[in-house]
């Protein structure tokens, strides 16, 4: 079952995120077997905003821990917030996606 995964970075802090963004990129390349989508969170005029998102294709919430706590951008102490969701999609690439099981 996907995890949504929502970090946040604070602005001020994008300088530093600048200096870690390509082992972060590699650390996604890297496991991009249980990546369905990631990507930088924007502000309206489109210019990066404060964090990424993740929707990862894991077993548990603590195999969704330990993506997030093995990208750089985790380890460089940049992420000052992040919330963890399980999630089921229903829609997916432009497609309604085959039903699990009900669960209530």
């Known amino acids: 079952m996907p995890y949504l995964i929502d970090t946040v970075i604070p602005a001020a802090r994008m300088a530093e995120r600048d200096a870690v963004r390509p082992d972060h990129?590699?650390?996604?390349?890297?496991?991009?077997a249980v990546l369905l989508a990631a990507g930088a969170k924007l502000k309206e005029d489109g210019s990066v905003g404060e964090g990424s998102f993740y929707l990862v294709d894991?077993?548990?919430?603590?195999?969704?821990?330990?993506?997030?706590?093995?990208d750089p951008y985790a380890k460089a102490g940049l992420i000052t917030a992040m919330t963890l969701t399980r999630v089921r999609t229903g829609f997916f690439d432009r497609a309604r996606t085959k039903p699990a099981a009900s669960r209530h």
């Open 25 to 32: 990129l590699a650390y996604l390349e890297a496991n991009i």
């Open 58 to 70: 894991v077993e548990s919430q603590g195999e969704a821990e330990r993506f997030i706590a093995g």
